[in-house]
């Protein structure tokens, strides 16, 4: 099945700062992707995604490019806030019929 | 309207007892999901049903049992609960089987004393 290789947090950032997480993925056939989003308490809620190469997903200020020459969708922010602390998760969604695969994720912690 | 609502939200009991977590989405979906999530936030798929059909059934004990009654619900029944089964479960929907984007609930906290 399809995976995910997420850098490993906690990511603790200042507030304004620059942000990546990265994200690799493996898969058969061309998976849609998708950054998914936790905050404290909740579920997850969709953040972005892309369904075909070198197209770029955004959202509140968040960014990814489908990059499927490096099978990556690094999430990108130009300048961080308190409120975008939360797990982030990549998830390749595949073709068909197949699990969806989840992981870890990776926590942020935007400090002031 | 919540899209994909669960109860409870909380639940503690004790070892041994026998448990149920309710799910329902508005959304017309096909296709549901019951993820279990660990402390250290790892998340893992346990079951997924497609319009009251079992499609994916992950190496769950067999003490955790799911049942749709309808494609708009599915309910997680869990017996002879253990320690290990502390952790937050999540239920999901979506409307392409297997894929495309998921709709999660608020999850259901379980701890087992």
């Known amino acids: 099945g399809d995976s995910v290789t997420q850098m490993e947090g906690p990511v603790t950032l200042s507030e304004e700062a620059f942000l990546t997480i990265n994200c690799t993925y493996t898969?058969?056939?061309?998976?849609?992707l998708f950054w998914y989003v936790q905050y404290p308490g909740e579920g997850l809620q969709l953040l972005l995604k892309?369904?075909?190469?070198?197209d770029k997903g955004s959202n509140k200020g968040f960014e990814a490019t489908y990059r499927k020459e490096t099978t990556s969708f690094h999430l990108e922010k130009g300048s961080v806030q308190v409120s975008d602390s939360a797990v982030y998760f990549c998830?390749?969604?595949?073709?068909?019929?197949?699990?969806?695969?989840f992981g870890t994720g990776t926590k942020l912690q935007v400090i002031p | 309207d919540t899209a994909v609502s669960q109860t409870p939200k909380y639940l503690v009991t004790q070892m041994g007892n026998d448990k149920s977590i309710k799910c329902e989405q508005n959304?017309?979906?096909?296709?549901m999901y019951w993820y279990k999530q660990d402390s250290k936030k790892f998340l893992k798929i346990m079951f997924s049903?497609?319009?009251?059909?079992?499609?994916i059934n992950e190496t769950v004990p067999n003490r955790f049992s799911p049942k749709s009654p309808d494609k708009a619900h599915l309910n997680l029944h869990i017996n002879s609960l253990e320690l290990g089964d502390s952790a937050v479960y999540f239920c999901?929907?979506?409307?392409?089987?297997?894929?495309?984007?998921?709709?999660f609930g608020e999850g259901s906290r379980l701890t087992v004393l």
């Open positions: 999901a929907s979506s409307q392409v089987r297997g894929a495309g984007e998921l709709f």
């Open positions: 898969a058969t056939g061309y998976p849609s």
């Open positions: 892309a369904t075909k190469a070198d």
């Open positions: 998830v390749p969604s595949p073709e068909g019929y197949q699990k969806v695969t």
């Open positions: 959304l017309g979906h096909d296709t």
């Open positions: 049903y497609n319009n009251k059909e079992l499609i």
